[in-house]
């Protein structure tokens, strides 16, 4: 049978068992567009000074990253900036070099401990998941919801396997299943699992949970990646 064929298959079984009704969607749309308005409203003078001190610390205060979304489109993802602009090809070259943290990668998608190509600011804005507010402009531009599957990068496709359907079906969210069941404690596989069974299962109450979970999370200062 061949690719393309089973892709025709598990779209089928998708919409067939999975597709919520165009109210329920409708509804976590208009939450959405809310929530992430007052939130964005509400926290303006925090998101002026984050910023602030991350031009102080000498960089851009954004950062800006390909992800992909619901359908499999690519969208252009917002951070606040809480590591160096050099960062991403020193991780390779600290990869390359060290079998161990490697290992750790494969297993988890991120290096665990103190982290030094963090800028001044940036452990704080991860442990607080501050560095994450601007995807609340994402939220309303319609790439991304209040709650889903944590947003992936292009190349992380591969790990999903055929699972990637079902991360595909939904947006990805600014908080999710991940966030609110033990982030960095979980390997690749188990958050997989988690956000597959999210998009599976999804209805407005499991939004209302997630959300509900996120803030005792976020308190308990675990960093986010």
């Known amino acids: 049978m061949s690719h393309s064929l089973i892709a025709n298959i598990q779209e089928s079984e998708l919409t067939e068992s999975y597709r919520p009704s165009r109210f329920a969607l409708g509804l976590k749309r208009i939450l959405d567009i809310v929530g992430a308005s007052v939130v964005l409203v509400s926290l303006s003078p925090c998101l002026i000074a984050t910023a602030f001190l991350v031009r102080l610390d000498g960089y851009s205060a954004i950062f800006r990253q390909k992800r992909v979304g619901k359908g499999g489109k690519e969208f252009t993802l917002y951070k606040f900036r809480s590591m160096q602009e050099d960062a991403e090809a020193s991780i390779r070259n600290y990869l390359a070099c ?89 390997t690749m596989q188990q958050r997989i ?20 979970r996120t803030l005792p999370a976020v308190l308990r200062k675990e960093e986010s990646f």
Request: aromatic residues 10%; charged residues 20%.
């Open 193 to 212: 699992a988690l956000e597959c069974e999210y998009a599976r299962n999804w209805n407005m109450w499991t939004d209302i949970v997630i959300l509900w």
């Open 98 to 186: 060290n079998p161990k943290a490697a290992a750790e990668w494969q297993k988890f998608h991120k290096i665990k401990g103190s982290d030094q190509h963090l800028t001044k600011v940036g452990g704080a804005l991860r442990r607080s998941s501050i560095d994450e507010l601007p995807q609340l402009i994402n939220i309303l531009k319609g790439e991304m919801s209040l709650v889903g599957p944590r947003p992936i990068l292009p190349e992380e496709r591969s790990v999903y396997g055929s699972n990637l359907i079902f991360y595909q079906s939904v947006r990805p969210g600014l908080t999710g299943p991940w966030q609110v069941s033990g982030r960095n404690k979980l």
